[in-house]
């Protein structure tokens, strides 16, 4: 999920122990395929939410990612986004999960998408209503002021709209006990944001300085403490799922 550069080396140890796919999300993910009989994986990772049931080739640059493949998982190439090895479609559909950020130029590699597959499926998020979410808005505004400058859904149905396509987009809650520990898995769970090792799966808060990222957590550790995390976000008890701003967008 990185660029010919390897932020991962760093950030990405671990990853795959926290990054674990939850199926739900995976259904919601699978349906989008259709029938496709191949799959590309751009940005694969660590293997997250690849099919079993289909052919896939995996793409992914980083070497930290790709030594936490576990055995058995789809072939995979070391290759860019942007400069994908691969012939004019051939592939049913390309998919892109949460990757679509990393890459250096977002629209050379939605244009590769384009080029080597049918159908295109890339999961995002919308930064405006991630920006809403407590972490982010009573925490880590950071976050949200980064990943403006970064490519996210606007970009995404920019780079797969042509003429003659559809694209459409839904929303993809997050349920409460989301076992894919990215930046809002644990909204329902705020504890598991004063873990390090839970931190380092998500890049839009390991990519911060320390200076920001500690204040911020004293604070939210003092506010677990007190009760006030609990008394503001009450709310949230009683709900099994959550909508924080990922958005699945389809183009065909």
Known sequence: MTTATDPY?????????????????????????????????????AGSYEPGDRHVLAVEP???MLGQRHPGSAPAVRAVAEA??????????????????????????????????????????DVEIMARYWLVADYLPEIAERERGLATLDAVIDGLTTPGRRVDVQAVDVPWDCTDGFLA?????????????????????????????????????????????????RDLSGRDSLDVGYRLVVAS
């Open 62 to 64: 980083s070497a930290t």
């Open 185 to 233: 898995a644990y909204w329902r769970r705020p504890h598991h944001y004063l873990d390090a090792a839970v931190r380092a799966g998500m890049s839009g808060v390991a990519s911060l300085p320390d200076t920001v990222v500690r204040p911020a957590l004293a604070r939210l550790a003092d506010d677990l403490r007190t009760g006030a995390w609990h008394r503001h976000h």
């Open 84 to 125: 994908l090895p691969c012939a004019d479609d051939g592939f049913d559909v390309a998919v892109a999960w949460l990757t679509v950020h990393h890459w250096r130029d977002p629209a050379a590699g939605l244009a590769e998408l384009r080029r080597v597959s049918r159908r295109q499926v890339v999961l995002t998020w």
């Open 9 to 45: 080396r760093l950030l990405g140890r671990g990853y795959a122990d926290v990054r674990r796919p939850d199926p739900r999300i995976a259904r919601c993910l699978y349906a989008a395929l259709g029938d496709a009989a191949t799959v590309l994986n751009v940005g694969a990772g």
